[in-house]
């Protein structure tokens, strides 16, 4: 396997990019993203076997199944981090190591209908905040610690409806290079 084909199992719809502009239409459709990642995301891998959802989407990738706890944990964190956004003054958030998470018993064993069950309410909550944003409410910020960087709320929808796509994608791609119906 060539580093250019790893790379595109890595970002099969490629990295996030920030927009220059970030239009109503732009949120409005990343938010329209998260609130329907839920049901795209159980249509996808809720009849898969347990082999198959033990399978990693790429070699040393995350197995299906950790891909969906992973996708439940990141969300939280992100409800979590616009709360802080909204309620305190450029506070600086609490990262987590994704990595360690996804080597968890609950990450590797857990049935994943529980995880789905949870992504719906989480989804139905963030889509519900973000569709009540007021325009000062989207350029709040937080401060990641990772990078110190300022992340603004508006640019959290974008990415965060990035981040779901991407990993449905690595379970869709995976799907069709192993011809599962």
């Not at 076997?49 to 891909?67: H, I």
Request: negative net charge.
């Amino acid at each position: 396997m060539t580093e250019l084909d790893l790379e595109k199992l890595k970002y099969p719809i490629g990295k996030f990019i920030a927009p220059e502009n970030y239009s109503i239409v732009y949120i409005e459709e990343k938010i329209n993203e998260i609130e329907t990642l839920p049901n795209r995301l159980e249509k996808e891998v809720l009849h898969l076997t347990d082999e198959q959802l033990d399978t990693p989407y790429r070699p040393d990738g995350w197995t299906v199944r950790q891909v969906v706890h992973h996708c439940a944990e990141s969300h939280m964190n992100c409800f979590i981090r616009i709360k802080w956004a909204l309620t305190e003054n450029n506070p600086v958030i609490k990262a987590y190591d994704e990595v360690l998470w996804a080597e968890l018993p609950d990450d590797l064993k857990m049935p994943i209908e529980p995880t789905l069950n949870l992504l719906k309410g989480l989804h139905a909550r963030l889509a519900f905040i973000m569709k009540n944003l007021t325009e000062s409410d989207l350029e709040k910020t937080f401060i990641h610690p990772s990078d110190n960087s300022e992340n603004k709320i508006k640019k959290i929808i974008g990415s965060y409806a990035w981040h779901g796509n991407h990993h449905l994608a690595h379970i869709t791609t995976l799907k069709k290079y192993k011809n599962w119906q």
